[in-house]
C-alpha cells in the first residue's frame, strides 16, 4: 500500500498523524506493508513555493495507490487571489486526479445522539449516504470571473459527467436501502433540469431501485425535519457542498464525518471539516472523521472492509466510554485530547480485533 499523505494547514498535521498511526496498527494487523510519502499542501505549501499545489505532489498521487489529506486554509491566505488559495489546491487535485464521485455518509454514533442539535428521537437511525458531483458544476465551469461591474460563473454539467455519478449512485443504493433522491434546482435552473433528465434516463437500467427528485432549498429543510427518510442523495457540486454541511452538523458534529473522492483510477480521502485554524497546535482537534476516512480508504482503496468495519466498531467503542474530543465534550463525559483519543481507538481496535480473531478460532 503506498499512500501520499497531505497533512495541510492548521489541524491537519494532527488528525493526520493521529490517523496515520491507527492505519499502520491495522495495515500490521491485516498483514499489509505500507509505505508513505508525505507532502505539503494549501497554504503551507504557498508559504515555502508560492503555490498551494506544487507538480511533485500531483506526480506523487499519481505514484500512489491512495492519497489521505487533512484541511487546507486558513485567514492568513484569505485575501490571495482564487488560484493561490489553499483551497485551490484542492479544486486542482479533484479535477487533476478526476475524483468525480464525493462520497459523504451521514452516520449518527448512537453514543452521540444527544450531542446534536436535532432531538434524539428525529436523529436516531439516521443513515444515508450524500453522492456529491465534485468535477463539474459552477466549480469548474467556464467562464468564470469579476470585473468592476458584475462577477459571473457558470453552471454546466456534460451528459457522460451525470451519467457516471448516476449509476455510482444506483449501484450504490443496490448495496443498502435502495432508494435514491436526486437533488436539483430544476425549478429554475436549466443545468438542472438537464440533470433530472438524464438521471432518469440512466434510472431506465435500474427499475428496482426507487428514485425520487427533490428541490434543494426542500432538501435542506427535510434533511433537518426527518434525515430518516434518505438513503442514497445523489447531487450536484455545489448543492451537495452545502447539504453535507447540514448533514455533519446533524449528527453531532463535523469532527465526525468522513469522506472519499473517487474516480476511475485514483481516490483521496479526507475529513469533511476544515482546517480550524483557531485550535490548530492546541491537541484539542478531533481525529475521528481522519480516523473513518482511513477506515473508507481500507474499504474502496484496498477492499478490506473487514479492516473498515473493525475500525468503526473501535470508534463506537471509543465513543461508548465516554471519551470526547473539545467539539463533542458535554459534562458527562471524559475529555480527551486528538492524541488521546487516537490512543484509545488503537487500543480498542486491537481488542476488538484479539476478540474476532479469538472467535474465529474457537469456531
Ligand atoms: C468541501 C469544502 C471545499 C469545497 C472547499 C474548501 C474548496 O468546502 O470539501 O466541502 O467547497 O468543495
Ligand atoms: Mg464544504
Known amino acids: 500500500m503506498k499512500i501520499t499523505l497531505l497533512p495541510g494547514d492548521g489541524i491537519g498535521p494532527e488528525v493526520v498523524g493521529a490517523a496515520v498511526e491507527v492505519l499502520k496498527v491495522v495495515a500490521e494487523k491485516f498483514n499489509q506493508s505500507v509505505s508513505f510519502n508525505e507532502q505539503l499542501v494549501g497554504g503551507c505549501s504557498y508559504d515555502k513555493y508560492g503555490t498551494p499545489l506544487t507538480d511533485e505532489v500531483l506526480s ?10 487533512g484541511a487546507v486554509g486558513g485567514t492568513k491566505w484569505e485575501m490571495l487571489p482564487q488560484n493561490l488559495k489553499p483551497e485551490a489546491a484542492l479544486l486542482k487535485l479533484r479535477k487533476a486526479l478526476g475524483l468525480y464521485n464525493n462520497i459523504r455518509p451521514a452516520k449518527v454514533y448512537s453514543a452521540l445522539l444527544s450531542s446534536s442539535t436535532l432531538k434524539p428521537e428525529v436523529l436516531e437511525g439516521t443513515d444515508f449516504v450524500i453522492l456529491r458531483e465534485l468535477t463539474g458544476d459552477v ?21 457522460e459527467e451525470v451519467v457516471r455519478i448516476a449509476k455510482y449512485a444506483f449501484n450504490i443504493a443496490r448495496t443498502r436501502g435502495n432508494r435514491v433522491t436526486s437533488v436539483d434546482k430544476a425549478n429554475v435552473l436549466d443545468c438542472s433540469q438537464f440533470w433530472r433528465k438524464v438521471v432518469h434516463e440512466v434510472h431506465q437500467d435500474y427499475p428496482d431501485v ?24 445523489l447531487t450536484q457540486n455545489l448543492f451537495g457542498d452545502i447539504l453535507s454541511d447540514i448533514a455533519a452538523m446533524i449528527t453531532g458534529s463535523l469532527g465526525m464525518l468522513p469522506s472519499a473522492s473517487l474516480g476511475s483510477k485514483y481516490a483521496l480521502y479526507e475529513p469533511v471539516h476544515g482546517s480550524a485554524p483557531d485550535i ?37 467503542k471509543t465513543l461508548s466510554m465516554g471519551y470526547r474530543t473539545a467539539d463533542i465534550f458535554s459534562a458527562e463525559n471524559i475529555l480527551v485530547s486528538t492524541s488521546q483519543m487516537k490512543d484509545a481507538v488503537i487500543e480498542n481496535f486491537n481488542q476488538i480485533f484479539d ?3 479469538l472467535s474465529v478460532f474457537t469456531l
Open 60 to 69: 506523487a498521487c499519481y505514484d500512489s495507490d491512495a492519497v489521505l489529506l
Open 139 to 159: 466549480y469548474f465551469g467556464e467562464p468564470r470571473g469579476y470585473d468592476e461591474n458584475k462577477g459571473w460563473n457558470t453552471m454546466i454539467y456534460t451528459k
Open 210 to 233: 426507487q428514485l425520487n427528485d427533490m428541490y434543494v432549498d426542500n432538501a435542506a429543510m427535510q434533511i433537518v425535519r426527518n434525515p430518516k427518510q434518505f438513503d442514497v442523495i
Open 280 to 316: 490548530a497546535g492546541q491537541g484539542k482537534a478531533n481525529p475521528l472523521a481522519t480516523i473513518s476516512s482511513v477506515a473508507m480508504m481500507f474499504a474502496y482503496s484496498f477492499q478490506m472492509h473487514k479492516a473498515a468495519e473493525l475500525i468503526e466498531k473501535a470508534i463506537e
Open 355 to 357: 476478540e474476532q480473531a
